[in-house]
């Protein structure tokens, strides 16, 4: 299948500072990007859907000013997080999709965030 | 609210027999997907059936689908220890996961 890539797998910060993450697909070109998070033993947690070219769409009940999505080209968008807090420290999940909307999702590694 | 909901919440088996998890979902879809995830790890595709299939298979994977029940199921056959993870269903065109199924395979 697909290869999709994240960066990085963890990241160790302070409150107040910004973390940014990477999603690449490697070998397809993903007009969709979703972003996840996940907390311990739970669910996935859509946070937002990007389409290459366009402004993210936020899932009700996620800030877009504290979680910036970038999707600049075809295999990398980026996820944001400003003025970490404690609190946003979880488990971030990227997936791509081509051009197909009934096609696979395919999901990256996961990025572990810790906000100290 | 989510999507898809996996049941049983827990399952525990002995290596060999066989493992049957359900999802149900509430909306329509355009195909269902099940995916495996390892403890602290990111997800892994298994399957992907449309909404116009009633059963696909993949190795030692089975998954059937209801559309008019709103309910798909994942068989495991043969279940290995490495089969031990949580698994989750998923629907397209906006993915949105259910709790998941953890399966533990006993030695």
């Known amino acids: 299948g697909a290869v999709v890539s994240q960066h990085p797998s963890r990241v160790i910060c302070k409150s107040g500072t910004s973390v940014k993450i990477e999603c690449r697909s490697l070998d397809f070109q993903a007009t969709t990007m979703f972003w996840y998070r996940q907390f311990p033993k739970k669910s996935l947690m859509l946070m937002a859907t990007s389409n290459e070219g366009s402004k993210a769409t936020y899932e009700q009940g996620v800030e877009k000013d504290k979680f910036l999505i970038n999707h600049a080209s075809l295999t990398l968008s980026t996820l944001t997080v400003t003025s970490a807090h404690p609190e946003d420290s979880s488990f971030y999940i990227c997936s791509a999709r081509g051009g197909e909307a009934r096609g696979e999702q395919y999901f990256g590694p996961g990025t572990r965030l810790t906000v100290t | ?88 269903c998923a629907t397209n065109p906006k993915i949105i996961f259910g709790k998941g199924t953890r399966l533990h395979i006993l030695p």
């Open chain 2, 1 to 88: 609210s989510q999507q898809g909901e996996e049941d049983p919440q827990a399952l525990s088996i002995q290596e060999g027999e066989n493992a049957t998890m359900n999802c149900s979902y509430k909306t329509s879809i355009n195909n269902l997907q099940w995916y495996r995830q390892n403890s602290g790890r990111g997800l892994v595709h298994l399957i992907l059936i449309r909404s116009n299939e009633r059963e696909k298979h993949s190795g030692r994977l089975r998954v059937t689908l209801d559309t008019s029940k709103k309910s798909s199921s994942l068989l495991i056959t043969a279940s290995r220890a490495a089969d031990t993870a949580s698994y989750f």
